[in-house]
T-cell receptor, first 112, second 114 residues
């Protein structure tokens, strides 16, 4: 079975700091990759996705992610975080079998 | 963007009763819907995949007789927690997908079993 791992469980940053959240998956075939965000009290929202093409994907709110196939990674980045980025971030992988697998999530706290 | 709704948003029930949760795709037809369970401070755990007009596919360890899923139309899937117990208390989230593209998530249903 596929697995998705997020190495950072809880990240605390000051505003304007740069962010990188790690995501690695285990499946070796063709996958679709996603980052979702869950703001406090809200439901999951799509930040960005990668299906094919340019491995550097830009999403909403200044987020981007880079797919590195050789490393089975899809790390999320943002050059300068804001207090409003405080949320839970989930990496997800969709492979054959019509299923989604989520990472354990990373809780980001941005200090004003 | 695509909108998915869930009803109810919060439900409290007595142990032994059954609870039905609805998941609707409001502005698109969802060929596939997914049901997840999320524990506090944890990730989403996929419970089952529901395809319109066919039986749901349950993940290992999920009791199909306890968590009944019906995907009666392209815009509606229901999850019924039968004979609920306190350990079933959780946050249940559905998502809907059209074709092979992105999943869109509902706002979740908080179930508390007394």
């Amino acid at each position: 079975a596929q697995s998705v791992s997020q190495h950072n469980h809880h990240v605390i940053l000051s505003e304007a700091a740069s962010l990188e959240l790690g995501c690695n998956y285990s499946y070796g075939g063709t996958v679709n990759l996603f980052w979702y965000v869950q703001y406090p009290g809200q439901h999951l929202q799509l930040l960005l996705k990668y299906f094919s093409g340019d491995p550097l994907v830009k999403g909403i709110k200044g987020f981007e992610a880079e797919f590195i196939k050789s490393k089975f990674s899809f790390n999320l980045r943002k050059p300068s975080v804001q207090w409003s980025d405080t949320a839970e971030y989930f990496c997800a992988v969709n492979g054959p079998g019509n299923q989604f697998y989520f990472g354990t999530g990373t809780s980001l706290t941005v200090i004003p | 963007g695509a909108v998915v709704s869930q009803h109810p948003s919060r439900v409290i029930c007595k142990s032994g009763t059954s609870v039905k949760i609805e998941c609707r795709s409001l502005d698109f037809q969802a060929t596939t819907m997914f049901w997840y369970r999320q524990f506090p401070k944890q990730s989403l755990m996929l419970m089952a995949t529901s395809n319109e007009g066919s039986k749901a596919t349950y993940e290992q360890g999920v009791e199909k007789d306890k968590f009944l899923i019906n995907h009666a139309s392209l815009t509606l899937s229901t999850l019924t927690v039968t004979s609920a117990h306190p350990e079933d208390s959780s946050f249940y989230i559905c998502s809907a997908r059209a074709g092979t593209d992105t999943q869109y998530f509902g706002p979740g249903t908080r179930l508390t079993v007394l």
